[in-house]
């Protein structure tokens, strides 16, 4: 992070201006450093042990933005103007070597050893990181409902490193903007300290305002965001205006000392106070956000300057910034490479490598670069072309997996579409695994259509039959939308919807009219529902009520098929009840709509789950497959479903559909059945798997339409 690749002689002391400090060495801020790229790495590795050390990174944000400020008030101080060009070029000597290094290595590892099904997203994070837009295509990630299963990449860490860049864009320019509009204003100089005051006091309430909150409305995107962390740099960076010299009184010096000890103890206290479940940043960022300012603001001659300057302590501050690009990569690639979790011998080789790397990063790369007299040399227009090389460099890089990714996929498209014609016996669903009599075709013994690259991608749903993130009910219809001898209707959430082809080949086949309505992780149940935020939540509610308001304006309907996923439970449990009895009464009271009307229900039973990594397992498959990456029945099914406990208690205006006999055997549930990748993540089908499951499914159908009619 910047705030760690600063040299470590920062001007803070004696006054030469007004809120500017001469020449010394804060050691304080050196073991601030040092205590943060810690936090962050112990916590990546043993989150359990150190439930809040993801808190480091905002005290990067408070120590970058006093550093930054400081740099930029001193030189209005002395020339009166801030040379942006020139600004901009220093920090792009000192902070992208390292970057790019690091980017450039890590995307060739991803190319040498991480499966093709993970190319796409990686190939895209690569490319945001190299243009320093990474959070904001993370934030995008944490909103876009076919994006939220996707793992971390080995980029996921510059999301930090982006809202830092962004600082340093917008700081100098608003700064710039504001003493040009009180200059003009007052007709006379503006001081600009007096300024910086205003401008970052304003950030300061408006930004915590905003991520406060968003926090609590949209928290995937909060902690991403460049606007919600904006003014734990503003903070930092008030800091830098405040002239505080030497103490001259003891009683001074020992009040000083104990309010940055307080920061040092609220920065401990952050680590095992705030977890994973605190909304964050939110107005829990507050705690570790003021210590650290604290520390920064009263450190020196506080004696933390002592707990600075200790050998390691030192050169950890000072390696800090490449310890921290080189962590992230190592604790994502590593269990890829040795097919395994980390154990704790593999989380003692990633601290001692990224020491290590960090070390050799900054002693051989960084730093000879930075105190290069040719590089001092260079004027910002070269500095500029440079860069502009370097991140088309790693820009290529992300585009090469991405295409060689798009090759694979048309390929495997072909493939599938050949074996999906019909004439390929035992293909998908048609193998039959749970009867006495499989079906095994040797030629489909090393095929894996789609591939794992293309896994993500093989999914049939339609923005017609989709409502996402809103309350309108929308339906799509398939098959004849005449003289058809059937009309049903399918609504629940994804999981209802990636069977959307196979219901369009049952409407085809049989002659049946099949409308589909799906929503972003709601179904048709009146218990309350997981959701991001409360708009998501009263978009689902809005959503649930107009379609039972669908179901009593269509009594001539023949069926209704409802199906959900069994993760997207209720988060409301009535005192005195239990989750289970909680999902069964809202499906029952759910089904309501379409009992009364006299519409018969048809309850498809969720499919079961894979593994998380199932499709970077079956992608490190060559040769015939294996069952490396299937699950056991048991692990599959453990999810709460409700599906039949509600059918009971609707008295035989339901049926149940269960086909998990078409997923699993008696002891497992495999990833690839019939040459076909079964899942496109860890619970979602892919659409060549669910369109083979079409027949199976509409015999279930008919039959269970037969029985209600009996």
Known sequence: MAGITVASRTRRGRRTGRGIAADSTRWDVQGLRA??????????????????????????????????????????????????????????????????????????????????????QYGRELIASAVYVQNWQLAADS????????????????????????????LPLLLLGVLWFAHRARRAQADP????????????????????????????????????????????????????????????????????????????????????????????????????????????????????HVAPVRFTGRISYAVYLWHWPAIVLLPIVTRHEATTLDKVVIVVGALTLGAATTLLVEEPLRFSARVRRLRPRRVAVYGVLSTLVVVALGATSLTALHVQQVRTALLAERLGS??????????????????????????????????VADDANRSACWSNDSSTFRVCSLGPTTGYSKHLIAIGDSHNNVLVDAYARIAEQRNWRIDVAGHQSCY??????????????????GWKQNAMDHLRSHPDLDGVIVTHSSGNGPVVVPEGGTDEQTVVDGLVTGWSAAAEAGI????????????????????????????????SRVDALARFDGSAEAVDRVHGAARLVDLTDSYCTDTVCPAVIGGVLVYRDQTHLTNTFATTLAPYLGDEIDAALAAMRS
């Not at 876009?144 to 996921?156: I, K, R, V």
């Not at 009146?526 to 978009?539: H, V």
């Open 422 to 455: 019909g004439n390929v016996a035992c293909f998908g669903a048609a193998a039959e695994i749970a009867s006495a009599d499989p079906c095994v075709n040797p030629a489909l013994a090393d095929v894996r259509v789609p591939s794992a690259a293309n896994a």
């Open 600 to 631: 018969p229900i048809i309850a498809l039973r969720d499919n079961p789950a894979a593994r998380p990594d199932v499709v970077a397992c079956v992608g490190q498959m060559s040769g015939p497959t294996t069952p490396a990456c299937d699950s």
């Open 143 to 170: 909103v876009d409902y076919l994006a939220e299963g996707n793992g971390a990449s080995p980029f996921q860490h510059f999301w930090s490193l982006s809202v830092e860049e962004q600082f340093y864009i917008a």
């Open 35 to 120: 205590f943060a790229v810690l936090a962050v790495l112990l916590y990546h590795l043993w989150p359990t042990r150190l439930p809040g050390g993801f808190i480091g990174v905002d005290v990067f944000f408070v120590i970058s933005g006093f550093l930054i400020t400081g740099h930029l008030l001193r030189e209005v101080s002395a020339t009166g103007r801030i040379a942006l060009a020139g600004f901009w070029a220093r920090r792009a000597k000192r902070l992208l070597p390292g970057a790019f290094l690091t980017l450039v290595a890590t995307g060739v590892a991803v190319l040498l050893w991480v499966p093709s099904a993970l190319w796409g």
């Open 524 to 541: 048709l149940t009146t218990a309350e529902q997981q959701a991001g935020s409360r708009r998501q939540a009263n978009a689902c509610t």
């Open 193 to 308: 300290v007096v300024v910086t005051r205003v401008v970052l006091g304003v950030v300061v309430v408006l930004s915590l305002t905003w991520s406060i909150v968003q926090t609590g409305t949209a928290s995937g995107i909060a902690y991403f965001s460049t606007a919600t962390r904006a003014w734990e740099f503003a903070l930092g960076g008030l800091v830098a205006t405040i002239p505080l010299g030497v103490p001259r009184s003891s009683g001074t010096r020992t009040t000083r000392a104990i309010v940055a000890w307080v920061g040092a103890g609220g920065l401990v206290v952050s680590l095992f106070a705030i977890t994973a479940a605190t909304p964050f940043p939110g107005i829990a960022a507050v705690l570790p956000v003021v210590s650290a300012t604290l520390v920064v603001l009263l450190g020196s001659h506080s004696g933390l300057e002592l707990v600075g």
